[in-house]
């Protein structure tokens, strides 16, 4: 089984920043890809970011230049570093990964919340 552990959330004032982690329980190259996805409360869930098994990073227009994910071989661990964080960031933000051959979602870690006050 595939497990995913989120850290790093907590509260922040605005401007300020924060890292996510992600620790996979496996080789987090054997996945199509990962990401991180927030859900606001009344809000649909969102795809914030996304790196793929080659290394392409891809980001939501609403954190893209503030957000950069990235990974770690040694501890199979993904990260997630936000920059300029915005009350508008408030969520609860989850890490996924695809399966091995397809695109789709389908591990999921338990969340981590991140709320940023102005």
């Known amino acids: 089984q595939v497990q995913l552990v989120e850290s790093g959330g907590g509260l922040v004032q605005a401007g300020g920043s924060l890292r996510l982690s992600c620790a996979a329980s496996?080789?987090?190259?054997?996945?199509?890809?990962m990401g991180w996805h927030r859900q606001a409360p009344g809000k649909q869930r969102e795809l914030v970011a996304r790196?793929?098994?080659?290394?392409?990073?891809t980001y939501t227009d609403a954190v893209s230049g503030r957000f950069t994910i990235s990974r770690d071989n040694a501890r199979n661990t993904v990260y997630l570093q936000m920059n300029s964080l915005q009350p508008e960031d408030t969520a609860v933000y989850y890490c996924a990964a695809t399966g091995f051959l397809g695109p789709e979602y389908v591990h999921w870690g338990q969340g981590t919340q991140v709320t940023v006050s102005s």
């Open positions: 790196i793929t098994r080659g290394g392409i990073t």
């Open positions: 496996g080789n987090i190259f054997a996945f199509v890809a």
